[in-house]
């Protein structure tokens, strides 16, 4: 069974572990392990109203699964992810799972696996939703192990305010 597969398959099997170790709302984590990008989304689900077919003002699963593919173009299409040489990585993993709330406000929460030929050296990043569905990145580079149980930081954590206006954000520059 390929990796990406039983990875896909972890909260069908373990439903209430995978809902429980959720990310709070209006965050986003990048981890550079290798040749691979890790990332972990949660945006306002305002970003998505467009999709809640009966207009309650809440995204349902249902709805969530009937537009699964275009609520993740969407995201893709705002997030620019680049390697130094400006190439944008392969997806070799994408999926949109329940919506969560907090506080009242709902998150949709997106995880996008990145895979370049070659190992980054740095990453170029620039999110287009920022006024409506504003994020804070915590991106971090990790030893490349064979198994992600095995990987480790190496490198301190980048914070980025991914709010307001577009623009384009430099991570692991200079930093190896």
Excluded: C
Excluded at 20 to 39: F, I, P, R, S, W
Excluded at 54 to 60: H, N, Q, T, V, Y
Excluded at 94 to 123: C, F, Q
Excluded at 125 to 139: D, M
């Amino acid at each position: 069974m390929k990796t990406s597969l039983r990875y896909a398959l972890i909260p069908l099997a373990f439903p209430a572990v995978v809902h429980a170790h959720g990310m709070n709302g209006e965050q986003m984590t990048l981890q550079l392990a290798g040749k691979t990008a890790y990332v972990v989304g949660t945006p306002s689900a305002a970003l998505f109203a467009d999709f809640d077919d009966d207009g309650d003002g809440a995204l349902e699963p249902g709805e969530l699964q009937a537009h699964r593919a275009a609520i993740l173009e969407r995201f893709e299409a705002g997030l620019r992810l680049r390697d130094d040489r400006g190439r944008r990585g392969r997806v070799v993993l994408r999926d949109v799972s329940h919506v969560h709330s907090h506080g009242g406000d709902e998150y949709v929460r997106i995880t996008l696996h990145m895979r370049w030929e070659h190992k980054p050296n740095a990453l170029k990043l620039r999110y287009a939703y920022g006024r409506k569905a504003p994020l804070q990145l915590l991106a971090r580079r990790l030893t490349a192990a064979s198994a992600r149980s095995e990987q480790r930081p190496a490198g301190p954590v980048f914070h980025v305010d991914l709010s307001g206006a577009p623009k384009t954000h430099e991570i692991f520059g200079g930093v190896k």
